[in-house]
């Protein structure tokens, strides 16, 4: 049974930070992908990192130099360092592993973690 549990949202003013964190249980992790994935209401989910099981890390154009993705492979765990927060970070955030071909998530979502940016 795979499950992604997120965890350290919160309301934090525009130029804050938030250090977001993923446990995922299962074999899975070790050797997927991990991406971070954001959602405001009425859009579709939004890829914003990726990391491989190498530590290869790739960022979407809106959070490049803002966001750093990392990975704890021994703790199961992912996490999302989010600095110079903009109003438009405002989001729910999920992680879960991209398709290699879609990049829609793999397996079943968390419940996700909630940011929101005050201007």
């Known amino acids: 049974q795979v499950e992604m549990v997120e965890s350290g949202g919160g309301l934090v003013q525009a130029g804050g930070s938030l250090r977001l964190a993923c446990a995922a249980s299962?074999?899975?992790?070790?050797?997927?992908?991990m991406g971070w994935y954001r959602q405001t209401l009425g859009k579709r989910r939004e890829l914003v990192a990726t990391?491989?099981?190498?530590?290869?890390?790739t960022y979407a154009d809106s959070v490049k130099g803002r966001f750093t993705i990392a990975r704890d492979n021994a703790k199961n765990t992912l996490y999302l360092q989010m600095n110079s927060l903009k109003p438009e970070d405002t989001a729910v955030y999920y992680c879960?592993?991209?398709?290699?071909?879609?990049?829609?998530?793999?397996?079943?979502w968390g419940q996700g973690t909630q940011v929101a940016v005050s201007s």
């Open positions: 879960n592993a991209p398709s290699a071909r879609t990049d829609e998530g793999i397996y079943s």
């Open positions: 299962g074999s899975f992790f070790s050797r997927n992908v």
């Open positions: 990391i491989t099981s190498g530590g290869t890390t």
